[in-house]
């Protein structure tokens, strides 16, 4: 079961763009509970918030490993190859974002 106030002060701080204290949140929640796909998607969100791209790029890509369907992990991880300067690996990732309806 996820700690929901854990999560929800995790929320206050990435909402707060604290985005490192996000991550410190939501890095042990996320340990607990690997199934959850909001815990993943908001520390996946904080880590590019906090610009660890690497971290936001692993993140991203389990996203769209167990949901390769939502269009929002494959837009999170365009964004984050983008941010890398990879934007040639990022290309399919944002089709694939538009095809799904995630545009942005």
Known sequence: MIDLLGF???RAA????RFTDAVSGLEPLLERNPDD???REL???SY?????LGKAEEQARELVRR?????YAHLLL?????????TSEARGHRVMAHVLG???
Not at 14 to 17: L, N
Not at 67 to 71: L, Q, R, T, V
């Open 43 to 45: 520390l996946a969100r």
């Open 78 to 86: 365009a964004r984050s190859l983008e941010r890398q300067s990879r």
């Open 48 to 52: 590019f918030g906090a610009a660890m």
């Open 14 to 17: 990435f909402e707060q763009r």
């Open 37 to 39: 796909r909001a815990l």
């Open 67 to 71: 949901a390769p369907a939502d269009g």
């Open 102 to 104: 995630a545009d942005a």
């Open 8 to 10: 929800e002060m995790a």
